[in-house]
């Protein structure tokens, strides 16, 4: 068993407690000797060349393979690239094309934002009464039946943290008929995941959150081996086509997951990422698992008795969430501002969400006992009422 949290392997400010690698990781030290290497080496001196020279040509699939076996997926099964909203928008419109006599899309009222908005663009777009439907996450299981073609959850709640039982959820859809597409953003890298037993048809994620990729990462997509081939690709670019170079007027999707790869892919951000992939070998899941609960339940156990101001967001029992933890309190905003001048960063998300990811690969026993302390001096001290930290920016 690796020695958890392997600290040296990212370059964090001093002075910083991270608890926000749930929404970007932070920077994986052999990240930027790679990047340095593409750039100078690959873009610089090999020009065009470098595309078969450094085989940037095969990295999609070498990084897709390196996710999948974090998700439980068999090699060949996982396409990277673009943004997890396409990738999601690639997802549902396959699904709708597998159940064309159906036409709801069910997803709850905690899925991220824009997984719904792309639905409703997707649906906006082909018209034919399709229909988003969206029920509280916990009604998700009774609101399925036979008229929903796709079932579209985020497994781990990016506002409390919540999580589904992918399993569970995934034979209840499959016994109504329906295609089942799972959200990883907040899993991958986060908790175990087995797609594989999960049966699930498709799976999407982003790279930039527990995976470490950096800002504007590309995302996957996994789809289940034996419906590839039925898989119609609503994005039909030229590198999801069976022969790119052939450069034939029709399109003509590849026999494998990459139909799901639309334009060209971004070098640059995918060597960071495969860079920061190095981070997991030798690491198991489980391990991570079993330190991310610990340090849940640390933070959780420490703030209450701090903080009483603070009212838990996120599930108490640690099998119900995943590796974060939110506390409510109405003037959350200017709380976080308070806490990051103070080197806890952590978010907000609207409308009173403090949200604290914990990554057992830099986060350790004692930072959390240290976030905490800060915590409690900025809310016995009234600290978050200073005017400067009501001033709202753009990003929260
Ligand atoms: C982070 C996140 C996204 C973000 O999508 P991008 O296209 O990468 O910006 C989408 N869905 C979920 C569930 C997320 O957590």
Redesign the pocket.
Known sequence: MTTLPLKHLFDIPEGTIYLDGN?LGPLPVGAVQRATKVLTEEWGRELIRAWNTADWMGLPQQVGDRIAGLIGAAPGSVATG???????YQALAAALKLRPSRRVILSDTG?????LYMAQGLIATIGKDYELVTVAPEDVTDAINEDVAAVML?EVD?RSGRRHDMNELTAKAHRAGAVMIW?L??SAGAVPVDVTACNAEFA???S??YLNGGPGAP?FIYARPDIVLAVEPALSGWLGHEAPFAMEPAYRPAMTTERLRVGTPPIVQLSILDAALDVWDGVEMEDIRTASVALCETFIEEVERRCPQLTLASPRDAGQRGSQVSFAFSEGYPVMQALIDRGVIGDFRAPNILRFGFTPLYIGHDDVVQAAEILEKVMAGEIWKEPKYQIRSRVT
């Open positions: 929404s673009d943004t997890l909203s396409i990738k999601v899925n991220f934002p824009s997984d985020t990016y959200d953003a907040h999407v994620g982003c930039y959150k995302a």
